[in-house]
């Protein structure tokens, strides 16, 4: 594109962004709406931290008249999870604080387990708040879906193998990644595995972990 | 046998025949199994004294002697006819297993006849022994060698490609990269010494002409999943090739598309992918690996080069022991190397944090095809929670599906498995050297290939998206 000045190139680039935003937004009611019919009345969900995608799909089914209970674990160290409680709270949405620990205790109360994430890799698996993956093979071992809520563009093109082979910038803050073992430190995010996952619910529709793979390929070759 | 019970035949005729047929396919079975007993015994019988044989085996010879001038046809005929006399035995007989009984022995001496009459045809050939289940995977390799000599008299076959079935057949050529790289060598060759007959366009008379060259190569050993699609890949392009093109921009044309498939398909999609795969490697892992695979060694090398701190665990297994061929050039890179075989697998893997393997192929259902042996170290890993990491070329990718190692496979020779005379004339024993294994795909953790790394069921978007 042949552009004059620099203006006219600024616009183009701000009217680009706010098109990318629109559909960055957008992106979160999509996912609302395709998750609702997996709102029965009478469930019982288990969420972890706090997600903004979760959230809204939940702001939509108590708007939908859909009566269901949430489990919110507190979510360590930064307690995120209580945020999640309260914004629940505020929603007039029952909802239960639960500690970290309880996860065992509860997984076998609960129907369904619905979780944010902050990165889906290439393996179909995510990168979410430290706890996710416990939360995961818990669900698995007492048979109940594991359901992952995420925008398509947080898909990424990595693959971790394992836990050690997450990048340390993800695992850890600024503050103690001069830390030279890291053996102190606790990270903040794990990998769970994609074997754990049952469903990812994104703006492209509902995905099987190995889609997650080919949405990429599209994307980039 | 009992001549009465047919006589009481006129039963329920519908449910009796059914019966008839399904004991006359038994009967076919065991008529094919016996074939090779007696060529067996006959061979025992020339080189022994007579008084270890058993009484079938001098029935034998009794049977054979008074007959050999039988025509060649009419011993099936009366073959086939006991065959329907003991269908009536069976109809109104209740007891199965005494039926079975009768059925070999009334046999026997049917197919022995049928046998004999052909084995005075053929002379005396090598004893055949088969693993029924694998029956489809054997090749008759005495018709073999004389269609092998016609076709190389005959000229038609380029020498390069006498050679590379030679090579391959004799395992000097071995490996799925090297026969590609090998038989594209050879095809270039061929090309460069095509000369198009007059008053012919280049690629039609090409396309002949190479025909009975590939089928000589299939027939030395079957086409590898990477030479397929080679071949494929070079055949589109000179069908493509306009008709008036002359010999020399053909051949110049060709070379270059051979050149860079080699260039882009096998070298430089290997180079990326011990890129991708060397940024696996952490520090201080313990890799293990299985046999031998130029990729494999491309990348622990080049790893080692780039000053990554590992060390390696080689498994291997007989009968080829190609791991020590892995073994000796990473030990002359000054890589640490623990040798193992198969059997210790469960032992070493408990030390191991990353398993990477070699592939034969690439299944569309995400399955890999990869040396007999792979599966048990993925299973093995799986077990044990080490991530098994599976390098391989997109170019080794098929649409075939394939769920077990039986439907397709390669037999390997029998005498590198066990020493020739301990099974030539043993008819209870045949030994089976099987080349591949197919592992299942959620037993591989990743896929490392030139794209990117990608789960092994990502193969069928690869397919549909690669280029041709």
């Not at chain 1, 944010?116 to 979410?128: H, L, R």
Request: proline share 5%; hydrophobic share 40%.
């Amino acid at each position: 594109m042949c552009l004059k000045t620099f203006a006219e190139c600024k616009k183009v680039m701000l009217d680009r962004g706010k098109v990318f935003l629109k559909k960055l937004t957008d992106a979160r009611n999509k996912v609302a709406k395709i998750t609702l019919p997996f709102f029965v009345d009478g469930t019982n969900i288990l969420t972890h931290s706090k997600s903004r995608v979760v959230l809204e799909a939940m702001k939509l089914a108590v708007n939908s008249q859909k009566r269901f209970h949430v489990f919110v674990s507190e979510s360590s160290p930064d307690k995120s999870g209580v945020e999640m409680f309260n914004c629940l709270k505020a929603l007039d949405i029952p909802c239960t604080l639960i500690l970290d620990s309880a996860v065992g205790y509860i997984m076998e109360r609960v129907d369904m387990v619905m979780v944010g994430a902050e990165c889906v890799v290439e393996s179909g698996g995510i990168i979410n708040k430290i706890g996710s993956c416990t939360m995961a093979i818990c669900a698995k071992e007492f048979k109940k879906p594991f359901y992952v809520l995420t925008e398509s563009y947080k898909f990424s093109r990595m693959y971790p193998l394992n836990q050690i082979d997450l990048p340390n910038n993800f695992k850890y803050n600024g503050n103690n990644s001069n830390d030279d073992n890291l053996l102190n430190a606790h990270p903040s995010v794990d990998y769970t595995h994609p074997s754990y996952i049952s469903l990812l619910f994104t703006d492209l529709g509902i995905l099987m972990p190995s889609a997650v793979s080919d949405e990429l390929i599209k994307l980039y070759l | 046998m009992d001549k009465p019970p047919i006589e009481e035949k006129t039963r329920e005729e519908v449910e009796a025949e059914r019966k008839a047929k399904r004991a006359a396919k038994q009967e076919r079975k065991k008529a094919a199994l016996e074939k090779q007993k007696p060529d067996g015994l006959e061979i025992q019988k020339k080189s022994k004294d007579p008084s270890t044989e058993s009484p079938i085996a001098v029935d034998l010879v009794k049977v054979s002697k008074p007959k050999p001038d039988v025509p060649k046809a009419a011993p099936k005929k009366p073959s086939t006819q006991k065959i329907e006399t003991t269908k009536k035995v069976i109809k109104s007989n209740k007891n199965k297993e005494n039926i079975i009984v009768k059925k070999v022995e009334e046999v026997k001496p049917t197919a022995k006849k049928v046998n004999l009459v052909n084995l005075m045809k053929k002379s005396t050939g090598p004893v055949t022994h088969k693993v029924k289940l694998f029956n489809h995977l054997y090749i008759d390799s005495s018709s073999l060698v004389t269609e092998n000599k016609l076709k190389i008299n005959s000229g038609r076959v380029h020498p390069s490609f006498i050679k590379l079935g030679v090579q391959m057949q004799t395992s000097v050529v071995a490996g799925s990269n090297a026969r590609c790289l090998a038989f594209l060598y050879a095809l270039k060759q061929t090309i460069s010494d095509f000369v198009t007959p007059e008053h012919k366009n280049f690629s039609r008379s090409f396309e002949e002409h190479l025909g009975p060259a590939i089928d000589h190569l299939i027939a030395c050993r079957p086409f590898s999943v990477s030479m397929n699609n080679a071949h494929k890949s070079i055949m589109s392009h000179i069908k493509k090739l306009p008709h008036n093109i002359s010999d020399c921009h053909a051949k110049e044309a060709l070379e270059t598309i051979i050149n860079t498939y080699i260039y882009v398909q096998i070298h430089m999609a290997g180079k990326a992918i011990c890129i991708a795969a060397q940024n696996k490697i952490a520090k201080g892992d313990v890799i293990l690996t299985y046999g031998y695979s130029s990729l494999i060694e491309r990348i622990l090398t080049d790893a080692h080069s780039n000053n990554k701190q590992f060390s390696v665990i080689v498994v291997d297994s007989a009968p080829w022991y190609e791991g020590r061929q892995l073994l000796h050039r990473l030990v002359r890179n000054n890589i640490h190397c623990t040798y193992v075989l198969l059997s210790a697998t469960s032992f070493i893997m408990t030390r191991a944090t990353k398993v990477l393997l070699g592939a034969h192929a690439l299944l569309a259902n995400g399955y890999v095809m990869g040396r007999a042996g792979s599966s048990q170290i993925a299973l093995v890993a799986k077990h044990f929670n080490v991530p098994v990491l599976v390098c391989c070329e997109t170019y080794k990718f098929t649409e075939r599906v394939q769920t077990d190692s039986i439907v397709f496979n390669e037999l390997g020779n029998e005498n590198d498995v066990m020493p020739r005379e301990q099974w030539l004339n043993n008819r209870y024993l045949t030994p089976l050297g099987l080349r591949y294994d197919v592992t299942t795909s959620d037993l591989i953790t990743a896929v490392v290939t030139e794209i990117a790394i990608l789960p092994c069921t990502s193969v069928p978007v690869v397919l549909r998206v690669r280029p041709n």
